[in-house]
């Protein structure tokens, strides 16, 4: 007599190195989260494997989206707690938004003033007849001292 019952096959999770490879990061780095509290420990084999669900794949992504827009991991951390409480992150992602794109924007003003700067200095550097630099500068140019 054969057995019709037939009983579903547990559902695999990825190991640390699997799930490094689907999410483009290092091991190294898929642990450390764990250890910073972005990531929920993982379930253990009986040796001791970290066994990741596939919603962690999901978390990681969140992750690498926040810090391509510059937030900090604290950041981001504040923001997955938020979301795993299941409530709704974008009243503070735009908070933390408008706050970096008023630091980029700041950046951006600083790095238009260092160019024109450059541009400034390029354009005092003595192309032919060099004179000699006076003690303490680099270059005869008075833009440069």
């Keep these: 007599m054969s057995d019709t019952t037939t009983t579903a096959a547990p559902i695999r999770g990825l190991r640390v190195a699997e799930l490094a490879r689907a999410v483009g990061l290092s091991a190294d780095t898929i642990r450390y989260y764990e250890r910073a509290g972005l990531l929920p420990p993982p379930a253990r084999t009986p040796a001791g494997y970290r066994i990741y669900d596939h919603q962690a794949i999901d978390r990681l992504k969140f ?15 504040d923001l997955l707690a938020v979301r795993d409480t299941g409530a709704c992150p974008c009243e503070p992602a735009e ?48 833009e440069w001292r």
């Excluded at 630099?133 to 005869?140: D, F, L, M, V």
Aim: some cysteine; glycine content about 6%; aromatic content about 2%.
């Design 63 to 77: 992750i690498q989206g926040g810090q391509r827009l510059g937030l900090t991991l604290h950041d981001i951390a």
């Design 95 to 142: 908070h933390l938004l408008r706050r970096r794109l008023a630091e980029l924007d700041t950046e951006m003003a600083r790095l238009a003033a260092l160019r024109t700067q450059m541009v400034t200095m390029l354009s005092t550097i003595p192309t032919a007849n060099c004179a000699d630099p006076t003690p303490g500068t680099w270059c005869p140019s008075p």
